[in-house]
Each structure stands twice: as structure tokens, then as C-alpha cells.
């Protein structure tokens, strides 16, 4: 796998760039390569007091400054309000960030399907700690716990001769 110097990591709701790429993104941050993430939606009213939205977007910072990440941006969408947002204002949105990045990678957490995996097995370690800092996302259920991210990782890992591995499924190589 190709090293960027610049990668984008879009993420649906704060928790999801660590728990999808977490490891790969410690990976890249700790060979040099520029990381910017995008979080895309949080919890905010009308569902959820403000003040939640403000505790979930601590935590990542802080796990962001953990896996190496230098630039972020919230665009604070109510996360059940993201359907009622207009597709060309989402989109302009995202490609702005993407655009001004300029990366030469966009990451986007995705659950199956995938065909590339990264060894992250020297990166867990942060993966691990930067999830810890998700207090108020991590844990509730059994599907979002450490337990169960690390379990993920262990078996992809094993699907592909290493200790631990984040899935990613191509979508376009530009060459």
C-alpha cells in the first residue's frame, strides 16, 4: 500500500474515523503523512442537548491528538437530521474539505465488503487509547466496545498473515 503524504478520513459521527481506521491512521500519522478528518454529524439537537454534541466532540479531539490527526473539522449536522440536509449542500461540503486537503488518499469507515486491509497490529496500541477517549460512545453496547474493535482487528488480522488489520474497499484509483 502506497504511503500518502496527505490523507482525508471522512467520518460519519464522531468515533467512527477511530473505530473503522483508527489503527491506519496512527500508521500513517506516524510515517508523516498529513491527516485531516472530517466528522460529518454528532449528536445535536433536536434529539440530543447541545452540551452531548460538546462531550463527544472533546473525545475526539483527544483521540485525534492521540493517533496523530492535524486537522479536523466538525460539520455539526444533527446526526438524525443528515437525510433532511439538501445532497448538493452535503456534497459541496465535503468536497471543500476533501479539495482543500488536497490528499492523495480518502478514507471513509466502512463495515463489509472490503478487499484491502492494512496491517495496523504496531498501531493498536493507539487505536486502543485513542477509543478510550470515546467515553460516551464506547461501551454501551457490545458491538461499539474496545473488546469488540480489538476482536475485529485480531481477525482480519489473522484473515491476512498479521496480528491485527483495518478493511477498506476500494471505490476509485486514480493513478
Known amino acids: 500500500m502506497m504511503t500518502p503524504k496527505k490523507l482525508v478520513v471522512v467520518a460519519p459521527h464522531p468515533d467512527d474515523e477511530t473505530l473503522g481506521c483508527g489503527g491506519t491512521i496512527a500508521r500513517f500519522a506516524g510515517?508523516?503523512?498529513?491527516?485531516s478528518v472530517l466528522v460529518v454529524s454528532g449528536h445535536l439537537p433536536p434529539?440530543?442537548?447541545r452540551d452531548v454534541f460538546e462531550i463527544s466532540r472533546k473525545e475526539a479531539e483527544a483521540a485525534f491528538e492521540i493517533m496523530g490527526v492535524t486537522n479536523s473539522e466538525f460539520?455539526?449536522?444533527?446526526?438524525?437530521?443528515?437525510?433532511?440536509?439538501?445532497?448538493a449542500k452535503l456534497n459541496g461540503q465535503i468536497g471543500g474539505f476533501i479539495r482543500s486537503a488536497a490528499p492523495e488518499m480518502v478514507l471513509i469507515p466502512f463495515p463489509d465488503?472490503?478487499?484491502v486491509f492494512v496491517d495496523v497490529t504496531r498501531h493498536?496500541?493507539?487505536?486502543?487509547?485513542?477509543l478510550e477517549c470515546y467515553a460516551?460512545?464506547?461501551n454501551?453496547?457490545?458491538?461499539?466496545?474496545?473488546?469488540?474493535?480489538?476482536?475485529?482487528?485480531?481477525?482480519r488480522g489473522s484473515q491476512n498473515g498479521c496480528h491485527y488489520a483495518e478493511a477498506f474497499k476500494v471505490v476509485r484509483i486514480v493513478v
Open 47 to 49: 434529539l440530543y442537548d
Open 140 to 155: 454501551h453496547a457490545p458491538s461499539r466496545s474496545i473488546e469488540a474493535c480489538m476482536a475485529l482487528a485480531r481477525f
Open 136 to 138: 460516551s460512545q464506547i
Open 31 to 35: 510515517v508523516g503523512t498529513e491527516v
Open 75 to 87: 460539520l455539526a449536522i444533527p446526526a438524525t437530521l443528515v437525510r433532511d440536509t439538501p445532497v
Open 124 to 130: 493498536m496500541p493507539k487505536k486502543k487509547a485513542a
Open 113 to 115: 465488503r472490503h478487499i
